[in-house]
């Protein structure tokens, strides 16, 4: 099976890292409790945290690090396209030299966190109509499709962002779009139909 090769913003791998985690965290604050036990508070949400490790090999191995530490000093979030995970918008929050670079050989580790805060541009006002309300005429299956809800993609947007956005099930999100032959791949511009 061919993977397809890991980007986070401009920044892609020449061959994927070797070797990943993939934690999931929740949220939770720790209280002391005078002369007794801690007491345990969830502060909600739960979030991923990518960690890795890889090599760059050859004569331009420690120009690639140095091109991959510069996409981490990049302010805020990006999108994560992952090999075999799913994408994510995510903040590259570590990268590490794990020995002393060579000029051809320099292996690193990095993690990414999941970025649980939401989706920039927020969410479009869109007119509900009441599909059982029929005027003119008018079947409810006409007026359903007439008021079906159409997500325009902006950059750094995935499917998982749109379908998370609207509150439907990703599954129900491909099927409404056949036309997207690959849901890794959407392109700003593109029309999403929202079931």
């Known amino acids: 099976m061919r993977l ?5 913003k401009e920044f892609t791998w020449p061959h994927n890292p070797e070797v990943y985690t993939v934690e999931h965290r929740r949220r939770i604050a720790v ?3 005078p002369f007794g036990p801690c007491v345990m508070q969830e502060l909600g949400g739960s979030y991923q945290v990518l960690k890795g490790e890889g090599v760059f090999v050859g004569e331009d191995a420690y120009q690639r690090f140095k091109e991959l530490a510069g996409v981490f000093q990049q302010e805020g979030p990006g999108l994560l396209i992952h090999p075999v995970w799913k994408a994510e918008k995510a903040y590259f929050a570590a990268l590490e030299a794990v020995e002393e670079p060579r000029p051809d050989f ?3 580790r990095f993690e990414f966190w999941e970025d649980g805060g939401g989706y920039d541009g927020g969410l479009k006002a869109v007119e509900a109509g009441n599909p059982g309300e029929s005027s003119g005429g008018a079947s409810t299956a006409g007026n359903a499709a007439e008021h079906q809800r159409v997500h ?4 750094g947007d ?3 962002a749109v379908a998370k956005q609207y509150g439907v099930e990703l599954t129900a999100l491909i099927q409404a779009n056949p036309q997207i032959k690959n849901p890794n791949l959407i392109y700003p ?4 139909k929202v079931p």
């Open 152 to 155: 325009t993609v902006r950059k």
């Open 4 to 8: 397809t090769p890991m980007r986070f």
């Open 158 to 160: 995935t499917l998982w």
């Open 31 to 33: 209280h002391q409790v």
């Open 189 to 192: 511009g593109e029309a999403v």
């Open 106 to 108: 320099v292996r690193y």
